[in-house]
Each structure stands twice: as structure tokens, then as C-alpha cells.
């Protein structure tokens, strides 16, 4: 959801596409809004399926672009990956841990530890859905609710790459393969979604076409190329409308993702497919505030949350309307740092051709068995 390459792959060729930073920059606003004052958006959960569309494009353009030039390596595609995700991650996870020794309960921090590893091993989204018991109010007390996504996302990677190669060696139809696969999945949110509408939202099996969604459109631009300069700017006109609808016709309390997912998704593809440079979406998704917060759109959706929640444990209720705007502008100043001083030396700087991927694994290993331990010491909290 939140990959921030910063290439992505259009008609087979790879540049930089600053209005793809302006799009999730959108989408993390929208869900940050949606978290500190949700009646102000009450839409704005959609952000994090715009991040869907987003990261199967962008990851998906890479994948396409490495095998055509038969060079694609899977340890080398989980390394940029772990290099990309994990330096931020860790960090929020032991600041979170730290955190809640100071300020949480037993119960409630052996409840943090069992989340934080989770959220460690990927399989956040899981551990929630095994919660379905919690009431959206005490949700609000768990800093580590919005790793859900990272876990469909990287869920997501462990498939897909293998997935591609397969069918790309295979010779068989890539876009043929990836619309078949999103089918299933998208029949499987619609059943799912009318029987346990908690298992539609955080099973990977019912979210899994949102991702593809963008891979999709990267085969349909190699095979077809982009879209015509003509038809770009309605394209970019009912993407944008169709993302400012999901903003205000989805609801927490709905039946989500559901049919009503396709609005945000569709929105989004069409977004990327018009291209860059198009009238009204140049100014709003090529603007340099918008790419700023791009470029930090990841750390940023990382500390935000675990801000707030804290600020529920601290208040022991919704913490005052100041007060969530102290932690907006403290989620930035983060997000900044975190951005500058940790995932860009780590990505594009000395450390990038360096051994850091295994470090860093076990790290986020260490900091999940952390976690597992905190629980136990705590008694298993229910």
C-alpha cells in the first residue's frame, strides 16, 4: 500500500511519475483525516485502496520490466523490499513498544505485544480478523490497527512475483492470467462480504483484485501502450470524479469493500492511466506540496495512527480536538525524519548495495519474538 518507488513502468519504459506521488498523497491525507476526525471524511478509509492500485502498478511495473529484460531475481526483488519496508517499520514498532511500557496497562500492553508481532510478521490483518469481537470504540485503543494493510499488501508480494514468473515463463497470457485471478477475488469480496463483512475487510482473498487492479493496467500499457493524449484528460476528469464519490458515499458501517470498492479502485486506475501533465490533475497531483507528501506518504501512514491511539490511552477517550492537531503536525515531523535520516541513506544511499536486507530481517525478527514475549508475560490477555 504504500510502496514509493520512485519509477514506475509505463509502455515498458521506466520514469518517474511525480503525479503517482501526488495520488498518494491524497490517499494518505484522506485516511489521516478519516482516523483524527472522522466526521470530517467519513469516506476517507478509501485512501488505503487508492494505496492498493498504487503499489500493484508501481511493484508490478518492476516485475514486468525486470523479466523483459530477463533479469528478474526474486531474492533481489524481496530485498529492495525488505529495504524499502522494514527500516520504518521498525522503528514505529520500537517506539510503540516503548510507548506503551510507559503509559499502558498489563493487559493492554500484553495486548500491544501480541500486535506489534503481528504487525512484525506480516499477518496484522489476520490477528484482527480473530478479534472481530473488538467494538470499533475499543479498536481505537490498538496503535498497531492500521498495520492491517501492510500485511494484505506484503501477503500480496509473497504470491504475486511468483505468480508472474510462472506465467511469464510459461509463455501464457499475463493480462489474461491477472484478470482471471482478480475475477476470483473479487467474486470471493462479494460472497465474503454479504456472509462476515469483518472477514471481507481484512482477509487478503477479498482484497487481493484492488492490487491487481494496477497490475493490470501496467500489462495493458505493454501490450497496448499508453493511453491516447485525446481521451487522457476525460480519463483523468472521471478518476478524479470518481475518487471524489468514494469520499463521500462510503461508510465505516458498510458493507466494504464490497461492490462499492470499485469507485475508489477505478478512480485510481484511471488516475495513473491519463498520464501526467493533464489540466486539472497537474494542479492537483503535480503540485510540490502534494509530491512532498508523497514522498513521505509511507512513514507518514506508519506514525500517524500509533499517535493518535496513544492519545486515546492517554485521554481515556477521544483526546481533544487541539490536541489531534498537535499529533498531525507531530505524524509529519515524524514522517519527515523518519524519510530522510532512515529510509532514503537505506535506499539510495551508501547502505543500498550494502548486506543490510538479512540485518534487517532479523531485527524485525527480534522485535516480533519481543512482541510474542511481551504477550505471554502479560497472561495472554484476551
Known amino acids: 500500500m504504500h510502496e514509493n518507488v520512485r519509477n514506475s513502468v509505463s509502455a515498458g519504459v521506466r520514469n518517474y511519475r511525480s503525479d503517482i506521488d501526488g495520488l498518494r498523497a491524497l490517499a494518505v491525507v484522506a485516511v489521516i483525516v478519516f482516523h483524527y476526525f472522522p466526521t470530517w471524511l467519513p469516506g476517507g478509509l478509501v485512501g488505503v485502496d487508492i494505496f492498493f492500485v498504487i503499489s500493484g502498478y508501481l511493484i508490478s511495473g518492476h516485475i514486468v520490466q525486470q523479466m523483459r529484460a530477463d533479469r528478474f531475481n526474486l531474492l533481489d526483488f524481496y530485498s529492495r523490499r525488505v529495504r524499502r519496508i522494514f527500516p520504518a517499520l521498525i522503528v514505529v514498532l520500537v517506539a510503540s513498544l516503548c510507548f506503551g511500557w510507559m503509559v499502558m496497562s498489563v493487559d493492554a500492553f500484553g495486548l500491544l505485544g501480541k500486535h506489534v508481532a503481528g504487525g512484525?510478521?506480516?499477518?496484522?490483518?489476520?490477528?484482527?480478523?480473530?478479534?472481530?469481537?473488538?467494538?470499533?470504540?475499543?479498536?481505537?485503543?490498538?496503535?498497531?490497527?492500521?498495520?492491517?494493510?501492510?500485511?494484505?499488501?506484503?501477503?500480496?508480494?509473497?504470491?504475486?512475483?511468483?505468480?508472474?514468473?510462472?506465467?511469464?515463463?510459461?509463455?501464457?497470457?499475463?493480462?489474461?492470467?491477472?484478470?482471471?485471478?482478480?475475477?476470483?477475488?473479487?467474486i470471493a469480496n462479494l460472497v465474503i462480504v454479504n456472509i462476515d463483512?469483518?472477514?471481507?475487510?481484512?482477509?487478503?482473498?477479498?482484497?487481493?483484485?484492488?492490487?491487481?487492479?494496477?497490475?493490470?493496467?501496467?500489462?495493458?500499457?505493454?501490450?497496448?501502450?499508453?493511453?491516447?493524449?485525446s481521451l487522457a484528460p476525460y480519463a483523468a476528469g472521471t478518476g478524479m470524479f470518481l475518487l471524489g464519490l468514494s469520499f463521500a458515499l462510503v461508510r465505516v458501517e458498510q458493507m466494504f469493500p464490497g461492490v462499492i470498492a470499485l469507485l475508489p479502485v477505478i478512480g485510481a486506475v484511471l488516475v495513473i492511466a491519463s498520464g501526467r501533465d493533464i489540466g486539472l490533475k497537474k494542479l492537483v497531483f503535480g503540485n510540490r506540496l502534494a509530491i512532498a507528501i508523497g514522498l513521505i506518504s509511507y512513514p507518514l501512514y506508519l506514525w500517524?495512527?500509533?499517535?493518535?491511539?496513544?492519545?486515546?490511552?492517554?485521554?481515556?477517550g477521544t483526546p481533544g480536538k487541539a490536541v489531534?492537531?498537535?499529533?498531525?503536525?507531530?505524524?509529519?515531523?515524524?514522517?519527515?525524519?523518519?524519510?530522510?535520516?532512515?529510509?532514503?541513506p537505506i535506499r539510495f544511499g551508501a547502505f543500498k548495495r550494502s548486506q543490510v536486507a538479512l540485518p534487517l530481517c532479523a531485527a524485525l525478527a527480534i522485535i516480533g519474538?519481543?512482541?510474542?514475549?511481551?504477550?505471554?508475560?502479560?497472561?495472554?490477555p484476551a
Open 197 to 229: 463483512r469483518v472477514s471481507a475487510f481484512y482477509l487478503p482473498v477479498s482484497r487481493f483484485w484492488e492490487l491487481l487492479a494496477g497490475a493490470a493496467l501496467v500489462e495493458i500499457e505493454r501490450q497496448y501502450g499508453n493511453m491516447p493524449s
Open 369 to 380: 519474538l519481543c512482541g510474542i514475549g511481551i504477550y505471554v508475560w502479560a497472561g495472554f
Open 304 to 316: 500517524h495512527w500509533p499517535l493518535v491511539s496513544f492519545g486515546y490511552v492517554l485521554e481515556g
Open 324 to 344: 489531534r492537531i498537535a499529533l498531525i503536525a507531530l505524524s509529519f515531523l515524524l514522517a519527515t525524519l523518519t524519510y530522510f535520516l532512515i529510509e532514503k
Open 120 to 186: 512484525a510478521d506480516f499477518v496484522a490483518n489476520l490477528v484482527f480478523w480473530t478479534e472481530r469481537d473488538v467494538r470499533v470504540d475499543e479498536s481505537n485503543f490498538n496503535p498497531m490497527l492500521h498495520l492491517w494493510s501492510l500485511g494484505v499488501e506484503e501477503q500480496f508480494y509473497i504470491v504475486w512475483p511468483l505468480m508472474a514468473w510462472f506465467v511469464w515463463r510459461r509463455g501464457l497470457n499475463v493480462l489474461a492470467t491477472i484478470a482471471t485471478v482478480a475475477l476470483v477475488s473479487m
